[in-house]
């Protein structure tokens, strides 16, 4: 106990803000770091965006066509495409942790591949739907 | 009490709440990955994807039982739960100052209860 307390520990801080433009990120931090935006997104989005677009969606045939009318506007699409990109990713990193938990995939090598893997699925899902949001298939 | 020794020295004790939100966090994320695959899957099979099929997968019954609205409510507050403890440790890293971070936790309880209450309003007026 006194010997613990007299013993002077090395401190290790968080990062500060300033740090975070030279700091390394490797694409697991990547992929962990978007988990978070993605997630902190949809939760603002969840009550303002989300929420009423369904409450459109099904509550009667001229709402619905309302819906649609709200979503050919490009700024919304823009919105739209954001939230998309969102929930690609956080579903997409979500997965990738509960295989982290089952011990697959949990070595280094491994894991750095599959952080870059999921920010690519998510960027190329978010192109396949978006094409489709802005007509192109 | 539940108390745990590791090692000579150290002294464990807790309210577990850890292992809880660990175990919520994973189980409301299968819930919602299933309830999107089974929502994407009936998008891309039903013959034509327009209101009133739209509206059948949150609606939909088996005998007299609402299963449509059921299980929508039960992603919807799977959403909420799996939310809360997402964002309240984002709050947990970043905000330091108790007072601070007592006021973002209460006011994220009272957008999650918002929205829970406005998507069940318009789920349970099907």
């Given at each position: 106990?006194?010997e613990?307390?007299?013993?002077?520990?090395?401190?290790?801080?968080?990062?500060?803000?300033?740090?975070?433009m030279?700091?390394?990120?490797?694409p697991?931090?990547?992929?962990?770091?978007?988990?978070?935006?993605?997630?902190?997104?949809?939760?603002?989005?969840?009550p303002?965006?989300?929420?009423p677009?369904?409450?459109?969606?099904v509550?009667?045939?001229?709402?619905?066509?309302?819906?649609?009318?709200?979503?050919?506007?490009?700024?919304?699409?823009?919105?739209?495409?954001?939230?998309?990109?969102?929930?690609?990713?956080?579903?997409?990193a979500?997965?990738?942790?509960?295989?982290?938990?089952?011990?697959?995939?949990?070595?280094r090598e491994p894991?750095q591949?599959?952080?870059?893997?999921?920010?690519?699925?998510?960027?190329a899902?978010?192109v396949?739907f978006?094409?489709?949001?802005f007509g192109?298939? | 009490?539940?108390q745990?020794?590791?090692g000579?020295?150290?002294?464990v004790?807790g309210?577990?709440?850890?292992?809880?939100?660990f175990?919520?966090?994973?189980?409301?994320a299968?819930?919602?990955?299933?309830?999107?695959?089974?929502?994407v899957?009936?998008?891309?099979?039903?013959?034509?994807l327009?209101f009133?099929?739209?509206?059948?997968?949150?609606?939909f019954?088996?005998?007299?039982?609402?299963?449509?609205?059921?299980?929508?409510?039960?992603?919807?507050?799977?959403?909420?739960w799996h939310a809360?403890?997402?964002?309240r440790?984002?709050?947990?890293d970043?905000?330091?100052?108790d007072g601070?971070?007592?006021?973002?936790?209460?006011?994220?309880?009272l957008?999650l209860?918002?929205a829970?209450?406005?998507?069940?309003q318009?789920?349970?007026?099907l």
């Open positions: 106990m006194s613990s307390a007299t013993k002077p520990r090395p401190q290790f801080r968080n990062l500060g803000l300033s740090d975070l030279s700091y390394r990120l490797p697991a931090a990547k992929a962990s770091i978007l988990h978070r935006v993605s997630g902190a997104l949809l939760f603002l989005a969840l303002l965006v989300i929420v677009l369904f409450a459109q969606s509550q009667s045939p001229d709402t619905f066509a309302a819906m649609k009318a709200w979503v050919a506007n490009p700024v919304c699409k823009i919105v739209l495409l954001v939230l998309m990109w969102g929930y690609f990713h956080h579903f997409c979500g997965i990738r942790y509960l295989t982290l938990d089952l011990h697959v995939g949990n070595a894991s591949r599959s952080g870059a893997l999921v920010i690519g699925v998510a960027l899902l978010t396949v978006g094409l489709k949001l192109a298939w | 009490m539940v745990e020794r590791i000579r020295k150290r002294l004790v309210a577990h709440y850890g292992t809880r939100d175990i919520v966090q994973r189980a409301t299968v819930i919602m990955a299933v309830y999107t695959l089974a929502l899957l009936y998008a891309v099979l039903v013959p034509s327009d009133e099929s739209w509206r059948a997968f949150f609606a019954t088996v005998g007299a039982l609402p299963v449509g609205q059921l299980l929508a409510t039960l992603a919807f507050l799977s959403l909420a809360w403890v997402g964002v440790d984002i709050w947990m970043y905000a330091h100052s601070l971070r007592l006021f973002l936790q209460v006011l994220t309880i957008w209860v918002a829970v209450v406005f998507f069940g318009i789920l349970w007026s």
